[in-house]
């Protein structure tokens, strides 16, 4: 085993763990994948191999745990989902370099954001309420599928936001219906990148061992401890890796 593998076991772990707590693991995961040689749209969709064996393990965890995600994650699904077979879709089509420089812009704003927190970022008071989305409700979700199926770093964020206000949930079970979200949603993205030939099978197997084991670790200490976790480690992986992207 190589020392890239090695490190792409690690990536996945770290990323499985902060995409569980809050999103923006891929900004850990993109970057390394590219260290291997490839290019960005290649490590687009071999990134999300591990996402998918990530919220699985996350999602199999927080229902063990008590925190089931089914009914309200339903409600969400069809939006999210024709959002981000869109977003996937559309990511094929863009040129490598084109698209790393779209990554880094992402990653840098996405970066501000988290150290900004501004108040539209706080979750919304949950109100016990069997809550379906309005047609606002619909678009958020719809609009953030978009993005998730595009870029995916960072997707995690805007998600337990809308979940939050669309669904008035609490932090906690929101986090539970994004990884089951983000899994549903990822088995027809994969579909997508490879059939554009746009996966490499065994970095995203490296990815999706160590994500087992760190998002397993993340959903339970998001039922522990809450969300916001990790906050000044994944915002400097952003900054890094915007930056990087951009040179």
């Not at 569980?20 to 687009?44: E, F, K, Q, R």
């Not at 669904?167 to 990822?186: E, F, G, H, P």
């Not at 999706?208 to 401890?225: E, F």
Request: proline share 4%.
């Amino acid at each position: 085993m190589s020392l890239l593998d090695i490190l792409l076991l690690v990536g996945g772990a770290l990323a499985g763990f902060v995409n569980t707590i809050a999103g923006a693991g891929s900004a850990l995961t993109l970057p390394l994948l590219m260290l291997t040689g490839m290019d960005a749209a290649v490590a687009n969709g071999t990134n999300r191999v591990g996402v998918l064996f990530q919220s699985a393990a996350a999602t199999t965890t927080f229902h063990r745990r008590g925190v089931r995600p089914w009914r309200p994650a339903a409600r969400a699904l069809a939006s999210t989902m024709v959002g981000a077979v869109g977003g996937a879709a559309l990511a094929t089509r863009i040129a490598p370099p084109a698209l790393e420089r779209l990554f880094g812009l992402v990653f840098l704003l996405l970066g501000v954001v988290m150290v900004a927190k501004p108040r539209w970022l706080t979750p919304a008071e949950p109100d016990d309420a069997d809550r379906t989305p309005g047609l606002g409700g619909h678009a958020a979700l719809f609009a953030v599928g978009l993005y998730g199926g595009l870029f995916q770093a960072g997707v995690g964020i805007p998600m337990l936001l809308v979940l939050c206000r669309a669904l008035s949930l609490d932090v906690v079970r929101a986090n539970a219906v994004k990884v089951a979200l983000v899994c549903v949603y990822t088995v027809v993205v994969v579909a997508v990148f490879a059939g554009a030939g746009q996966v490499e099978l065994r970095a995203g197997a490296l990815l999706a061992v160590g994500g087992l084991v760190g998002s397993t670790l993340g959903a339970r200490a998001t039922i522990a401890k809450g969300a916001p976790l990790v906050r000044w480690m994944v915002t400097a992986a952003l900054v890094a890796a915007g930056v990087k992207a951009l040179i």
